[in-house]
C-alpha cells in the first residue's frame, strides 16, 4: 500500500514562499498529477515527498508513517519509494541488464533473485531484447524505460516522476504516456506525477491537482479539471480558451464594445469574463448568438482552425470541423452558436498574461 497524507505543508527558501498550506490525500494505487507551470511549486513538493527536502512546516506521511514533520525526518533511502527524473540519469559504461539491477546490488541481493528481478521488470518496460546494450546504443524512449525499470525493480511503494517525458519527441512522449499508464495498472503502484503538460495530465491521469504560485487551485478528474475549469487561472492553463470580457445584467451578458448578447442563467452580475472552449463554437451562416467576419482559416486535416473578429474588436478562436473549410470564406460575416461557456467575475486581473 501507498496512501500519502499531506497536512498544511509550507515550503520556503528563505524569505520566497514557494508553497502555501498544501493539503491533499492520494489513495492507493491512485494515479496523480501536479500540473502547473514553471515555478508553481509542484517539482518543491515532489522532493519533499521523495526526503530531498524538508517542509518548512506541515507533516507528510505515507501509508500512516510520518515521513516528514517538525519532529520527524525519514530519508529518502529509507522511505521505500522510485523515482524517476527529465534526465535519463543512466551510467554510460553499464547494459540495461546493469543499469537496472543497480539498486538490488545497492541492498546486495543474491546473484539469482537479482536476475530473476531484472529480467521480469525489463520484460515489463519492454526492454528484454536489449540486456546486454549500453545506452549510447539506445533511442531516448528506451533510455527512459531504463531508468523506469530501474526504478521499479526495487518494487518500490510509491512512484515519483518528475518532467520525465520531456526530453523525447512528440511521437516518442505520446507513447511513453501510454506505456507509463498501462505499467502503473499493470503493477498496481501509486503515481505522483509532476508535469507542466496539460496533454500528459489530462491522458495519465486519475486526479490532477492544478498548483499556481504555490496555491492548489483546483483538485479533480480530468474532464472536471477541463470541463469545469474553476477559475480562470485553470481554464487557461488546461486547453485552448477564448475569453471575452462583458456586463451581466437581466439574464444578458453584453459582450464588450459590441451591443452583442447571450443568454446567461448565472448569478454574477456587473463586469464579467466568458470563457468558452475553441471547440465548443460552431460556425452558421444565419443567426447565432454572436457574430463576426471570418478573419483567417487554417486547414489542419482534422479540424478546421478559424479566427472570427467581433465588431469590438475582439478575436474568437473557433476550432470547427473539417468540412467547414470549403463552406466558409474569409471575409465572410458568419454567425457564432456557443455551447458551454463559463463566467466568472472580472476582477481585472489580465487573462492575456494567464496563457503566456
Known amino acids: 500500500m501507498a496512501t500519502i497524507q499531506i497536512e498544511n505543508v509550507r515550503k520556503c527558501f528563505g524569505n520566497v514562499e514557494v508553497l502555501k498550506e498544501f493539503n491533499q490525500t492520494v489513495v492507493d494505487k491512485e494515479f496523480i498529477t501536479l500540473l502547473g507551470p514553471s515555478g508553481c511549486g509542484k517539482t518543491t513538493m515532489l522532493r519533499m515527498l521523495a526526503g530531498f527536502e524538508k517542509p518548512t512546516s506541515g507533516t507528510i506521511s505515507i501509508d500512516n508513517t510520518v515521513v516528514s514533520s517538525d519532529r520527524t525526518f525519514i530519508p529518502p533511502e529509507k522511505r521505500d519509494i522510485g523515482m524517476v527524473f527529465q534526465s535519463y540519469a543512466v551510467w554510460p559504461h553499464m547494459t540495461v541488464f546493469e543499469n537496472i539491477a543497480y539498486p538490488l546490488k545497492i541492498k546486495k541481493l543474491p546473484k539469482e533473485e537479482i536476475r530473476k528481478k ?4 525489463m520484460e515489463v518496460v519492454h ?18 524505460r531504463v531508468a523506469l525499470g530501474r526504478a521499479l525493480v526495487a518494487e518500490p511503494r510509491l512512484l515519483l516522476l518528475d518532467e520525465p517525458l520531456s526530453n523525447l519527441d512528440a511521437k516518442l512522449r505520446e507513447s511513453m504516456r501510454f506505456e507509463i499508464k498501462e505499467i502503473q495498472r ?19 491521469s ?41 456586463d451581466s445584467e437581466k439574464g444578458k451578458i453584453t459582450i464588450t464594445g459590441t451591443s452583442q448578447t447571450l443568454d446567461y442563467d448565472g448569478e454574477l452580475t456587473g463586469k464579467v469574463v466568458v470563457a468558452i472552449r475553441p471547440e465548443s463554437i460552431h460556425l452558421a451562416k444565419k443567426g447565432g448568438m454572436l457574430h463576426g467576419v471570418l478573419k483567417t482559416k487554417v486547414f489542419m486535416g482534422d479540424v478546421n482552425d478559424c479566427t472570427v473578429e467581433l465588431p469590438g474588436g475582439d478575436t474568437i478562436r473557433v476550432i470547427a470541423p473539417p468540412e467547414t473549410y470549403d463552406e466558409y470564406e474569409t471575409g465572410e460575416e458568419v454567425g457564432l452558436e456557443f455551447g458551454e ?14 496563457l503566456t
Open 118 to 121: 531484472v529480467e521480469a521488470i
Open 127 to 144: 526492454l528484454s531484447q536489449y540486456a546486454d546494450r549500453i545506452p549510447s546504443q539506445l533511442s531516448g524512449g528506451q533510455q527512459q
Open 186 to 204: 499493470k503493477l498496481g503502484i501509486t503515481v505522483v506525477y509532476v508535469t507542466h503538460d496539460q496533454i500528459e495530465a489530462m491522458t495519465m
Open 206 to 246: 486519475d486526479r490532477i491537482i492544478v498548483i499556481n504560485d504555490g496555491v492548489i487551485q483546483q483538485v479533480g478528474g480530468p474532464m472536471d479539471i477541463y470541463r469545469r475549469p474553476a477559475n480562470q487561472f485553470v481554464a487557461a492553463f488546461v486547453g485552448k480558451i477564448v475569453f471575452l470580457h462583458g
Open 341 to 354: 461557456f463559463h463566467v466568472y467575475e472580472d476582477d481585472g486581473s489580465d487573462v492575456t498574461r494567464i
